[in-house]
């Protein structure tokens, strides 16, 4: 989730339907893109302009940082998964693409069959409904119980500075149209053929990583557990937004030493152009790099 100080970019216009795609055994997974927020890196983390040096990398050449908006289309077996909706409809043409890049995937909103939200901020769950009805009809929705309860329960959280200025619904809105379909979780849970639910808290109380398997081969989609791969490498680095930071870093640190030097592909939705990378091990030092 990003800091009030997004702005939009036209360079993204051109990738919006690029698709990464990547097999894993027997399972294929693309990504949808949403739009994009052009961000100061210094507004999403707790750390200074030259801390970003060595970073480089994931920054433009204006010394902002990408931060992607969208969700991953999972084709396994006879199932169509999308893992988050992105931020929803939007009037400015370079954002609320998701729809056009299902459609660019050959695919249309009636053919998924289970929509899976990382987490509940809006910016994961805006295409979940359009306020009055259910985007994908015949989906059956599901998240973690824990984010249920604090983002559309009685003392939900307020998400209402970020959306005064970036625009959406909040998740108690947006989710009202899908209640009667929402299933939720209370611990891990394998919910389709070598596609498990694992909680990786800390950025939302009901944070959550999804595990894609088949045969030999795994890739992780990383939710909001991690929004830029310089988390895997500088684990003192706080998250702005991170609703429990203490616990948010101890559960990036543990995936970072799950993946580190494994080869195993991971992304994230805020990922620049949502590409998988792999996290390399060094001397005191870890590595990234993108597939």
């Known amino acids: 989730m990003p800091s009030p100080q997004a702005t939009s ?13 990547v097999k894993v055994g027997d399972i294929e997974i693309t990504a949808l893109h949403d739009g994009r927020w052009q961000l100061p890196p210094t507004a999403m983390y707790n750390n200074t302009d030259a801390d970003w040096l060595p970073h480089r990398q994931f920054l433009d050449e204006d010394g902002t940082l990408p931060c992607e908006l969208g969700g991953f289309l999972v084709r396994t077996g006879e199932r169509l998964v999308l893992v988050d909706t992105g931020a929803g409809p939007s009037e400015d043409p370079k954002f609320g693409r998701l729809l056009a890049s299902l459609a660019a995937a050959g695919f249309a909103p009636a053919d998924i069959t289970d929509v899976v939200l990382t987490h509940l901020h809006f910016d994961h769950v ?3 409904s359009d306020g009055e009805r259910a985007v994908f009809a015949n989906a059956t929705y599901r998240c973690d119980e824990r984010d249920w309860g604090f983002f559309v329960g009685p003392d939900a959280y307020d998400e209402g500075p970020h959306l005064a200025l970036l625009g959406g619904l909040p998740a108690s809105e947006r989710l009202g149209p899908v209640q009667t ?13 070598g596609v498990d639910l694992r909680a990786a808290p800390g950025h939302t109380p009901g944070s959550t990583v999804v595990v894609i398997s088949s045969g030999t081969e795994r890739a992780i989609l990383l939710g909001d557990a991690v929004h830029c791969p310089v988390e895997l490498l500088e684990e003192e680095w706080e998250f702005m937004a991170d609703v429990d930071p203490a616990l948010a870093r101890r559960t990036r640190e543990a995936l970072a030493r799950e993946i580190e030097g494994t080869g195993i592909p991971v992304a994230a939705a805020h990922f620049p152009e949502m590409r998988f990378g792999r996290l390399l091990p060094g001397s005191g030092q870890r590595s990234w790099v993108f597939d």
């Open 126 to 128: 805006g295409w979940t």
């Open 181 to 193: 379909r929402m299933e939720t979780w209370a611990s891990d849970v394998a919910i389709a053929p």
């Open 9 to 21: 970019t036209d360079s993204f216009a051109n990738v919006l339907f690029s698709g990464v795609s």
